[in-house]
């Protein structure tokens, strides 16, 4: 399955054994009742209340006689333990108890059997108390209303000892919120009680709202409010102390009834009005670490055939709404659609027809986000039931009390990925498995093998470029926030091929208007995001194009290796000034390594492709010398390093030492003359002078070898060509040798009277313009032997230079 469920807790296995092992207790020691191990046969009445921010499961469940018991799961002990009994047959709305476990805090229906008189006060339908437990003492009515109410206490990040003020929410029914402040005080040693409790001052929170949402991680109440029959969304942070700020207002394009109400995460809400409920669209707000910032919404449906849900990307400032073709149009669409928060990812999930998970960091190509469909092994990979997204990876299934952390199953991405048929599949599939960022060294090895035995596959993209990229954005991506916008993640710029089964438009939508001026964590990094958003464009991502132009403007004749470390340092030097730009507030010294890291890697992963390959196809080093002829490995390993290099070279990438000298060496191997000598002339194979030496010492003067030797040396730089031409003892390159000992003699030449006749000597000959050439050449030499001095070499022919001399100046003069 590409999800992992990860149970962290299960009410039938976490809760029930212990209730059991409490009656079973009890009846041995002939206890009658009262205790919380009275449940007879009553076990369906357990069920899950409220998860709180700490991680502790708070839960209930009915005796015989119908009295109503609250126990606490306590999450990082896995130890249970009885908090309340509220001796009266009535139905629990919501519960929620403090930090220290020294207050709970529980609303409270009349049970919905007929024959039952009225448990509550007249007049009242909810009820809602304040329990001192620890120990057992006062029960403060703090509501007994004819609406619903529902509690939550506040978690606030603060040191080990006990706060002295608790802070309550009470979220009614009929549209408001308020906080209650609670003071408590020790009495008696450790028995604390509520200090005040008649006059428990209070704060109005938010009112008028149509749907809300808590974060119990982070603290916050995200609600939204219709003005003039538009959608708001609103976020209040909770701090510490009693202090909240509202931190942001947004408007939204989605259609919310004013006749609805709506709550999500605050604990159990089967009763909810379920017919107003079924009007209500599914509405969940998404945040993580980076400062995103995701709205996820879905209307109802109106028809079988086709569904559309919306994901506003707030922290991009657009969003997109898709309209999914359901997989099988005669089945019936019985549950709800599901959104998961899947920190870099937002899974949206319809049982039995389809699953998309999108990527929420590079949301602006549909081809980085993988949607499935009509598989049923991975469309029914989650529960059927109602799930319900909690902070973080967590998730709740209200029906089964179970609890399970999502993951994304790297094993599973990876074999789907060498199933996958679609290039959207593929691209979306490396981009979502290297984003799980477990053993990159292993995970890379198998994409590496993935990529080997798929290189021609891909048409719309290049593999390897891809890989590259993306594996060494996500190697430096966690070091600091604002890499996203920096960095390339992919190779690609656009994409117009069509996803089978899902459509979408894209709109900008209006940016969040911060209320506050001042942030820290969470708020600092989604402000950034917005503040880029609306000032850096265009996009501020590094882009190779500089060093293209520095690179051009600098290169001569220099050496592969030299080349390749000039390449580097550009990339460095400008790399690094790029960070050093946009990255503010963070030291030069940790910018410098994250550019060295950043480089490294794109080097390490050149060069694990090659070493993959050369495993894969058992090469030898004797594959260096030119006296063989080429295997098919030699072939592959060509075709793989020509691939890699048709990849670095379109984004100006370095590339390890030594790259250029063995591929030239295999394309010798590997392809025939004319073939070879149009590689050569694309630039696709670099004369290196090492390869170059290393062909002249291998290959023999057969005719067949002399063409190729011939054929790469007037192929050569000249600086080049004049070393080369000193390694071959053939009468071609004497004659090279000497064409350019002449031209030498003759670029600064001025002709003056002559005084003298020439020596007669062993270079006289018959032709006398020739005779007179070569006392010129005399003459220059003798001037500044030192400067002009021959480079005398013994595979010069002198007589053979003679002679092509006659031959060129016969040529020039038309004789």
């Not at 909770?238 to 609805?260: I, K, N």
């Not at 991506?477 to 069509?498: A, F, I």
């Not at 030291?587 to 050149?606: N, R, T, W």
């Not at 067949?704 to 011939?710: G, P």
């Amino acid at each position: 399955m590409a999800l992992r469920l990860v149970s962290d807790f299960d009410l039938g296995k976490d809760v029930l054994p212990w209730l059991r092992a409490q009656r079973a207790a009890l009846v041995a020691a002939g206890a009658g009742g009262g205790g919380p191990g009275v449940l007879e046969n009553n076990y369906e009445s357990l069920r899950l209340l409220n998860v709180e921010r700490n991680g502790n499961i708070i839960y209930t469940y009915k005796d015989d006689k119908g009295n109503v018991f609250f126990g606490l799961y306590d999450y990082q002990t896995k130890q249970n333990e009885h908090l309340y009994t509220f001796e009266k047959d009535l139905q629990v709305v919501s519960c929620s108890v403090n930090r220290e476990r020294t207050l709970l805090a529980a609303s409270l229906v009349q049970a919905a059997k007929e024959g039952r008189r009225n448990e509550l006060q007249p007049g009242s339908r909810c009820l809602t108390l304040l329990v001192e437990i620890h120990p057992i003492n006062n029960v403060k009515v703090l509501k007994a209303v004819d609406s619903y109410i529902w509690v939550q206490f506040l978690y606030p990040h603060v040191e080990s000892h006990p706060l002295p003020e608790n802070h309550l929410l009470l979220i009614s029914e009929e549209k408001y919120i308020e906080q209650l402040h609670i003071q408590v005080t020790q009495e008696d040693g450790d028995r604390v009680v509520i200090k005040n409790s008649d006059h428990l001052p209070r704060q109005r929170v938010a009112e008028d709202f149509v749907w809300a949402q808590w974060d119990m991680s982070e603290q916050r109440l995200y609600y939204i409010v219709l003005k003039k029959s538009r959608s708001v969304l609103k976020c209040i942070q909770f701090y510490a102390d009693e202090h909240f700020s509202l931190m942001f207002e947004a408007p939204l394009d989605v259609s919310l009834s004013d006749s609805g109400f709506k709550l999500v995460n605050f604990g159990y809400d089967d009763l909810q009005d379920q017919e107003k409920l079924s009007k209500h669209p599914t509405l969940c707000v998404f945040t993580n670490h980076t400062g995103s910032l995701c709205v996820c919404y879905c209307p109802n449906f109106d028809t079988w055939e086709q569904i559309t849900y919306s994901v506003l990307y707030f922290h991009k400032g657009h969003g997109k709404t898709f309209t999914a073709t359901l997989g099988r149009v005669d089945s019936r669409v019985t549950k709800g659609i599901t959104f998961l928060s899947l920190d870099y990812y937002v899974a949206v999930y319809l049982p039995g027809h389809f699953f998309h998970l999108l990527n929420i960091q590079h949301p602006d190509l549909i081809c980085h986000s993988l949607f499935l469909t009509g598989n049923s092994e991975v469309i029914d990979m989650l529960p059927h039931s109602p799930l319900q997204s909690l902070s973080g990876s967590l998730v709740l299934d209200w029906c089964s009390g179970k609890i399970y952390r999502v993951l994304l199953n790297q094993s599973y991405l990876l074999e789907f990925l060498w199933n996958a048929r679609l290039d959207c599949e593929k691209l979306a599939l490396l981009h979502c498995v290297l984003s799980c960022g477990r053993d990159p060294r292993q995970l890379e090895a198998k994409i590496i093998q993935w990529i080997s035995e798929n290189i021609s596959a891909c048409h719309s993209f290049d593999l390897i470029q891809e890989f590259i990229i993306a594996s060494s954005y996500w190697s430096i991506y966690p070091e600091t926030s604002n890499m996203d916008k920096l960095l390339p993640y992919s190779s690609l710029l656009t994409w117009d091929t069509e996803i089978p089964g899902i459509t979408l438009v894209t709109e900008e939508i209006p940016l969040p208007l911060m209320k506050v001026h001042s942030f820290k964590g969470y708020w600092e990094k989604l402000n950034s995001n917005l503040e880029y958003v609306k000032y850096s464009k265009p996009h501020l991502h590094y882009n190779s194009s500089v060093v293209r132009r520095e690179w051009h403007s600098l290169i001569s004749e220099e050496e592969e290796d030299n080349h390749q470390r000039l390449l580097m340092g550009l990339m460095v030097s400008e790399l690094k000034d790029h960070l050093l730009r946009h990255l503010q507030g963070v030291e030069k010294k940790k910018i410098e390594q994250m550019v060295l890291d950043y480089v490294s890697k794109l080097l390490d992963l050149i060069c694990q492709i090659l070493e993959a390959s050369w495993r894969k196809h058992n090469l030898h080093p004797w594959v260096l010398h030119f006296n063989r002829r080429a295997s098919a490995a030699e072939f592959a390993v060509f075709h793989i390093m020509t691939r890699i290099l048709e990849a670095t070279n379109s984004l100006f990438l370095p590339l390890p030492p030594g790259f250029h000298t063995l591929h030239t060496i295999l394309g010798v191997h590997c392809l025939p003359l004319h073939n070879l000598l149009h590689y050569i002339d694309n630039g696709v194979l670099l004369l290196t002078e090492t390869a170059v030496t290393r062909l002249m010492k291998d290959l023999d003067n057969t005719e067949k070898n002399e063409k190729v030797k011939f054929s790469i040396i007037v192929r050569l730089p000249p600086l080049t060509g004049q070393k080369i031409c000193r390694l071959w003892d053939h009468p071609v390159s004497s004659n090279i040798i000497s064409r350019n000992h002449v031209k030498r003699l003759l670029q600064n030449y001025n002709k003056q009277p002559r005084s003298s006749m020439m020596d007669k000597s062993s270079f006289s000959v018959e032709f006398l313009p020739l005779n007179y050439f070569i006392e010129i050449l005399t003459d220059i030499e003798s001037s500044n032997p030192a400067l002009y001095a021959f480079e005398r070499h013994d595979n010069v022919d002198a007589k053979f230079v003679e002679e092509a001399a006659l031959k060129h100046t016969t040529m020039l003069l038309g004789l």
